[in-house]
């Protein structure tokens, strides 16, 4: 791991840990990471990867990766790649081997034969569904199955058999004997193995009875020897569960601690695999790696650096309390990060075409312009070429302006940024009325006729237009419209997340630019020229984030 990752807090989990530690429990931190590979890690997922990579390093203790991988249904090994390359990238290690939850199916299938044995687990008859009636509901208690009180031996019996194959689907299941009546439904009996002919992508046709979540988890973490077991808020309820199955086996102290924190719900977005999936099946995204998506895959093509998840990560923090993350923290810390790492240079997304009359045809004049122009330190720069006619952003001009609008208009004047001052005398318009070209003269100096605060003239970007570079630019926005989506994709998608400005125009500099160079263009945004549509010729540039606070 680097050392110049800067570790997590995770306050009131380092609290935890320091008390572990001085009551003497624990004397080393070994947490762990533990993705179920059915979908791509978002950034909710990072959130976790965080502090528990970050506390591990902190600590000088260790942290696992390991694929929860007991539901074979829904997993492949599509998504085991994707987490193993969204963690590195990340910037964290993790300690010795990929570890897998299927690596420990026989010592888990031990373990239940031990349970049973002790009475603590039983072979239950009754189909999922029945189980399911007999749970009963927060108010009311459950009921015992019939076959709750059959022997030891019958059980271990019929276990055998489930894991032979000799029952169909679904006929039988493995259950904890507990207590029917605890007002904490994840105690009534929870099912911990059920029978699915289902192949696994690591163990194949090996199995046909696989362990719950619950049972598999709790297990997988004593035998690992991890010290603290990080989770979500949801898993509270779980708890009692957790350790029960490790007091039932009477696994030897110390044992895993289990600490939940509140997971992270971020506006205008959905975080849920289910949402997801969703979302790419019906095409309403390019993609796991769409960069409207909160996928670590989409956010690293949007050009977000690991750091600036990290950031972000690391600012929020972890609570116990459940809550909404505004977007604007996700957008300030990749501002913050970019801000001092991206030259500032020019690109027209929607060009209008200036034709400067009193500058001669086939002249040009070189200005120089700083690539960082607010580090003093930093003195790199390029040059930027004014001609007779040059491109303008579309927007930067009004035929009617209002009062509020500073930029150019009919008789105004503005400052083109590191060049010269240009005066508006007069607009071509096309058939359609629309405004395809406006007349200017240059001068060195302010004229009057700015329509800034005191006569100031507004600071605008430009390029030349015959030697600027064609680009693709593509605005990406937030991919739903309401800050708190349910997932009802027809009235809350926003139809704008992605425009594209097909005909942008680049400074000449930008030439050979490779895919992934970030840079800013100056008032619009940060930008990335796209990993996957890597055109040398016509580049296309995804926008990361625009400049502007937005809350
Ligand atoms: P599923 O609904 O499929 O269980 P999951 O989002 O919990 O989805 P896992 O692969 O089980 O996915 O998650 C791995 C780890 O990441 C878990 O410890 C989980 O608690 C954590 N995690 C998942 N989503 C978030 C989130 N939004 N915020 C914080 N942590 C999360
Ligand atoms: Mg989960």
Same mark, same amino acid.
């Given at each position: 791991?680097?050392?110049?990752?800067?570790?997590?807090?995770?306050?009131?989990?380092?609290?935890?840990?320091?008390?572990?530690?001085?009551?003497?429990?624990?004397?080393?931190?070994?947490?762990?990471?533990?993705?179920?590979?059915?979908?791509?890690?978002?950034?909710?997922?990072?959130?976790?990867?965080?502090?528990?990579?970050?506390?591990?390093?902190?600590?000088?203790?260790?942290?696992?990766?390991?694929?929860?991988?007991?539901?074979?249904?829904?997993?492949?090994?599509?998504?085991?790649?994707?987490?193993?390359?969204?963690?590195?990238?990340?910037?964290? /290690?993790?300690?010795?081997?990929?570890?897998?939850?299927?690596?420990?199916?026989?010592?888990?299938?031990?373990?239940?034969?031990?349970?049973?044995?002790?009475? +603590?687990?039983?072979?239950?008859?009754?189909?999922?569904?029945?189980?399911?009636?007999?749970?009963?509901?927060?108010?009311?208690?459950?009921?015992?199955?019939?076959?709750?009180?059959?022997?030891?031996?019958?059980?271990?019996?019929?276990?055998?058999?489930?894991?032979?194959?000799?029952? %169909?689907?679904?006929? =039988?299941?493995?259950?904890?004997?507990?207590?029917?009546?605890? %007002?904490?439904?994840?105690?009534?009996?929870?099912?911990?193995?059920?029978?699915?002919?289902?192949?696994?992508?690591?163990?194949?046709?090996?199995?046909?009875?696989?362990?719950?979540?619950?049972?598999?988890? @709790?297990?997988?973490?004593?035998?690992?020897?991890?010290?603290?077991?990080?989770?979500?808020?949801?898993?509270?309820?779980?708890?009692?569960?957790?350790?029960?199955?490790?007091?039932?086996?009477?696994?030897?102290?110390?044992?895993?601690?289990?600490?939940?924190?509140?997971?992270?719900?971020?506006?205008?977005?959905?975080?849920?695999?289910?949402?997801?999936?969703?979302?790419?099946?019906?095409?309403?995204?390019?993609?796991?790696?769409?960069?409207?998506?909160?996928?670590?895959?989409?956010?690293?093509?949007?050009?977000?650096?690991?750091?600036?998840?990290?950031?972000? @990560?690391?600012?929020?923090?972890?609570?116990? =309390?459940?809550?909404?993350?505004?977007?604007?923290?996700?957008?300030?810390?990749?501002?913050?990060?970019?801000?001092?790492?991206?030259?500032?240079?020019?690109?027209?997304?929607?060009?209008?075409?200036?034709?400067?009359?009193?500058?001669?045809?086939?002249?040009?004049?070189?200005?120089?312009? %700083?690539?960082?122009?607010?580090?003093?330190?930093?003195?790199?720069?390029?040059?930027?070429?004014?001609?007779?006619?040059?491109?303008?952003?579309?927007?930067?001009?009004?035929?009617?302006?209002?009062?509020?609008?500073?930029?150019?208009?009919?008789?105004?004047?503005?400052?083109?940024?590191?060049?010269?001052?240009?005066?508006?005398?007069?607009?071509?318009?096309?058939?359609?009325?629309?405004?395809?070209?406006?007349?200017?003269?240059?001068?060195?100096?302010?004229?009057?006729?700015?329509?800034?605060?005191?006569?100031?003239? /507004?600071?605008?970007?430009?390029?030349?237009?015959? =030697?600027?570079?064609?680009?693709?630019?593509?605005?990406?926005?937030?991919?739903?419209?309401?800050?708190?989506?349910?997932?009802?994709?027809?009235?809350?998608?926003?139809?704008?997340?992605?425009?594209? @400005?097909?005909?942008?125009?680049?400074?000449?500099?930008?030439?050979?630019?490779?895919?992934?160079?970030? @840079?800013?263009?100056?008032?619009?945004?940060?930008?990335?020229?796209?990993?996957? +549509?890597?055109?040398?010729?016509?580049?296309?540039?995804?926008?990361?984030?625009?400049?502007?606070?937005?809350?």
């Amino acid at each position: 791991m680097t050392s110049k990752i800067e570790a997590s807090s995770g306050n009131f989990i380092r609290a935890f840990i320091d008390e572990d530690a001085a009551d003497g429990r624990y004397n080393r931190v070994a947490t762990r990471f533990p993705p179920e590979p059915n979908g791509y890690l978002h950034i909710g997922h990072a959130k976790s990867i965080c502090p528990n990579f970050g506390l591990a390093l902190d600590y000088g203790g260790s942290c696992n990766l390991r694929f929860d991988d007991t539901n074979p249904v829904k997993e492949g090994t599509e998504y085991v790649e994707s987490i193993e390359n969204d963690v590195r990238w990340l910037g964290f /290690a993790w300690s010795g081997p990929i570890r897998y939850a299927s690596d420990y199916f026989e010592r888990l299938y031990e373990c239940a034969e031990k349970l049973i044995q002790k009475g +603590l687990a039983y072979v239950d008859d009754l189909s999922a569904e029945e189980v399911r009636a007999h749970r009963g509901t927060l108010t009311d208690p459950g009921r015992n199955s019939p076959w709750r009180d059959r022997g030891a031996a019958e059980s271990l019996d019929l276990f055998r058999r489930m894991r032979a194959g000799e029952f %169909p689907d679904g006929a =039988r299941s493995l259950r904890a004997k507990i207590d029917m009546a605890s %007002p904490n439904l994840n105690m009534r009996d929870p099912t911990l193995y059920r029978i699915r002919r289902t192949s696994h992508h690591r163990t194949g046709e090996q199995w046909v009875i696989y362990p719950m979540y619950d049972y598999t988890h @709790c297990i997988s973490d004593a035998i690992e020897g991890i010290t603290h077991s990080i989770c979500t808020l949801e898993f509270e309820d779980h708890r009692p569960l957790y350790d029960w199955v490790l007091e039932a086996l009477d696994w030897p102290a110390p044992r895993p601690r289990q600490i939940e924190f509140a997971r992270l719900n971020l506006e205008y977005t959905v975080m849920s695999k289910r949402k997801l999936m969703q979302l790419v099946k019906d095409r309403h995204v390019e993609g796991w790696d769409d960069p409207r998506l909160p996928t670590l895959a989409a956010l690293r093509r949007r050009g977000l650096t690991p750091e600036a998840v990290r950031l972000f @990560c690391d600012r929020i923090g972890v609570a116990k =309390r459940d809550s909404w993350i505004e977007y604007y923290w996700l957008e300030k810390a990749v501002r913050d990060d970019l801000n001092p790492l991206a030259p500032r240079v020019m690109a027209v997304l929607r060009p209008l075409k200036v034709v400067v009359e009193n500058w001669p045809a086939g002249q040009s004049r070189e200005f120089s312009a %700083p690539f960082f122009p607010d580090d003093a330190g930093r003195t790199e720069s390029r040059a930027l070429v004014f001609e007779r006619e040059i491109f303008i952003e579309a927007e930067d001009f009004m035929p009617d302006p209002p009062k509020k609008f500073y930029r150019l208009g009919p008789g105004r004047e503005v400052h083109l940024r590191w060049g010269f001052y240009i005066h508006c005398h007069d607009l071509v318009r096309d058939a359609e009325g629309r405004v395809v070209e406006l007349r200017c003269t240059y001068s060195e100096e302010p004229r009057g006729g700015g329509a800034g605060p005191g006569g100031q003239p /507004a600071v605008i970007h430009w390029v030349p237009a015959g =030697r600027a570079r064609p680009a693709r630019v593509r605005l990406y926005d937030r991919l739903f419209k309401t800050p708190r989506p349910k997932g009802d994709l027809d009235r809350e998608l926003n139809p704008d997340s992605l425009v594209e @400005c097909p005909e942008a125009r680049l400074e000449p500099a930008l030439t050979g630019l490779p895919p992934g160079w970030r @840079c800013q263009f100056e008032r619009l945004g940060y930008f990335i020229t796209d990993e996957k +549509l890597h055109d040398r010729e016509r580049p296309v540039f995804n926008r990361i984030v625009p400049l502007k606070d937005r809350r």
